[in-house]
């Protein structure tokens, strides 16, 4: 079964600044897809980010960026120019080809400090 | 308009009472999803239905059962409640398309506290 690990549990940054959160997989499969979620105090579940296997590309959306190293099986978030609405847990998850199941690590509490 | 839509966002409940939670995505989604969210706050799947079609159940007690009645609903009945119930519950949904990075698009949850 496909696991999905987030070894730090919180996180801080000063506002402004850059942070990267780490995510890590493991899978057997080739084609999959990665996700990274944003669950703001408000409990609403947001999609930040998302990124095809197939794909070297790193994706991108504004502030938000991922290094993906395939090989590695790594999938880490980095947020630049922090702001405190960027206050958060953000989950990391995983979805095989062709299967409907979201697999999600276990989050990691961002802090933001003016 | 809410794309995702759960009822009701906080359940109060003894011990022993059946209880329900509701959900409507009206984003066109041909699959929803129950997922439970812990104190610690791990998400874990609990159902999947395709078009009121049940295509994932995970080792869930019995005393929880979904229910579809077309494929833009589809309900949590849980009965006899328990203290170890006590989580967030999340619908969401999704296209049916396995070959996509489509996520899921969530409700805002149900915290149900059962005393």
């Known amino acids: 079964a496909q696991t999905v690990t987030q070894s730090q549990p919180e996180m801080s940054v000063q506002e402004a600044e850059t942070v990267t959160l780490s995510c890590t997989y493991d899978?057997?499969?080739?084609?999959?897809?990665l996700f990274w979620y944003k669950q703001p105090p408000s409990r609403q579940m947001i999609l930040v980010i998302r990124?095809?296997?197939?794909?070297?590309q790193n994706a991108t959306e504004n502030r938000f960026s991922v290094n993906f190293q395939k090989a590695a099986k790594s999938f880490s978030l980095k947020i630049s120019d922090s702001q405190l609405g960027d206050a958060a847990m953000y989950f990391c998850?995983?979805?095989?080809?062709?299967?409907?199941?979201?697999?999600f690590g276990q989050g990691t509490r961002l802090t933001i400090n003016p | 308009d809410t794309a995702v839509s759960q009822t009701p966002k906080y359940l109060v409940t003894q011990m022993g009472n059946d209880k329900s939670i509701k959900c409507e995505q009206n984003?066109?989604?041909?699959?929803m999803y129950w997922y439970k969210q812990d104190s610690k706050k791990f998400l874990k799947i609990m159902f999947s239905?395709?078009?009121?079609?049940?295509?994932i159940n995970e080792t869930v007690p019995n005393r929880f059962s979904p229910k579809s009645p077309d494929k833009a609903h589809l309900n949590l009945h849980i009965n006899s409640l328990e203290l170890g119930d006590s989580a967030v519950y999340f619908c969401?949904?999704?296209?049916?398309?396995?070959?996509?990075?489509?996520?899921?698009?969530f409700g805002s949850g149900t915290r149900l506290t059962v005393v």
């Open positions: 998850a995983y979805r095989s080809g062709g299967a409907q199941k979201l697999v």
């Open positions: 984003l066109g989604h041909d699959t």
């Open positions: 899978t057997s499969e080739s084609d999959y897809y």
């Open positions: 239905y395709n078009n009121k079609e049940l295509i």
């Open positions: 969401a949904s999704s296209p049916w398309t396995g070959w996509g990075a489509y996520g899921y698009t």
């Open positions: 990124q095809e296997a197939y794909k070297q």
